[in-house]
Every structure is written in C-alpha cells, then in structure tokens.
C-alpha cells in the first residue's frame, strides 16, 4: 500500500474521531465525513468499503494502543495491584485523550450501525477483563495474595469503576474528565481488596 493511500485512510479515520467529538450524541454520514476530509464520498469507498470499516479501523487503533501498552506494563511492574492500577489507568488516559473514539467504547456512536462493531466492542472488553483476571489469579502465585471475592467477580468490579468514570465522560459532553478523582478513588475502592493465602509450611 502506498504512503499516500496509508496516509488518506488515516486522514479519513482522524476526520471520523474529530467529528464524533465535535457533534456527540449525533450520527456521522459518509457525506458529512467526506466533506469534513475535503474528498467525494466515491474517494471515500476506494479506502473504506463501508463506514463499517471506517469504524473497524478506529476499533483497530484501540485495541492496538491499548494492549500494546499493557504488554509493557506486564513486563515493567511485578505487582499485581500496581499492575491493575496501571492498566485501568491507561484506559481512562487514552478516552481522556480520544474523546470522539470514546463514544465508540460506550456504543454511543454505534447506534444503527452493525452489530458486528458492537461484538468486536464487547470483545474488546471481554479481553480487558481477562487480563485484569489473569494479573488476580497470578498474585497468589507470585505474592501469596488472593482476592477477598472471586477472581472474576474482583475482575468484574475493577473494570466496572472505569467504565463508570468513562460513561460520565461521555455523558457529560466530555467534560469530566475520566482520571479526575481516580488517584483518590482508586485507594477506597482496593481497600481490603486482597487478603494473604495460607502458605503451607
């Protein structure tokens, strides 16, 4: 693929996260999006066969920043707390800086569009968890330390909190922010959150 067409996909695909910030709550056509690119909806299609796929290659820009970074911070932290901290923090980062990509998140930019982009959502979520399960289920191993309710209950809760803070963002027009209060929060809601298993001695 040529850098010129690399570079009118993500110029395409810049103008759809920009115009999903600027009007939240309204639906992108592919008229209005071609007129914000400066190009014929005809141009449009010989990239994207459909705003499907435009959708798809913004889901593909978050999935890959996302856990492209988890990896990092799997490798950079061993402890199982700061690595959970870590993860959802990054996710609240990353919709703080995205806000038009966020409403692709909350499924609020989806409406009537496939059902195939609201599965890779949930997809999408559904491998944020098991991350977040997988750093729970390794802390017994490696720190002698469980959670005080199931692993996927524990899971289910962290992730929870997040996306409650990504909705109000949402919600709100972008204007609360998902990292405001989360330093404080984050301590309340981990307190308690582990307790020592038995070692055999």
């Not at 490798?75 to 980062?93: G, N």
């Not at 199931?150 to 996306?163: D, F, N, Q, R």
């Amino acid at each position: 693929m040529s850098n010129e067409k690399i570079n009118r996909r993500q110029q395409i695909l810049e103008a759809l996260a920009h115009m999903l910030e600027a009007s939240p709550g309204s639906r992108i056509t592919t008229a209005a999006l071609a007129r914000e690119v400066g190009v014929s909806e005809a141009a449009l299609y010989r990239h994207f066969p459909s705003k499907s796929k435009m959708f798809e290659g913004l889901i593909e820009f978050i999935e890959e920043t996302i856990f492209s970074r988890i990896a990092l911070i799997m490798e950079d932290e061993p402890q199982a707390l700061a690595r959970c901290h870590k993860i959802l923090h990054l996710l609240l980062a990353f919709c703080e800086r995205n806000p038009g990509i966020t409403r692709i998140l909350t499924g609020d930019a989806l409406t009537g569009e496939t059902e195939r982009l609201r599965a890779r959502i949930l997809q999408l979520f559904d491998r944020l968890e098991t991350q977040l399960k997988q750093v729970l289920r390794e802390a017994e191993l490696r720190e002698q330390q469980r959670p005080s309710i199931p692993v996927g209950s524990a899971a289910s809760l962290l992730l929870a909190a997040a996306e409650g803070r990504i909705m109000q963002y949402v919600r709100s027009g972008f204007k609360r922010r998902p990292t405001e209060y989360w330093a404080e929060q984050w301590p309340v809601l981990v307190q308690g959150f582990f307790r020592e298993t038995a070692t055999v001695g």
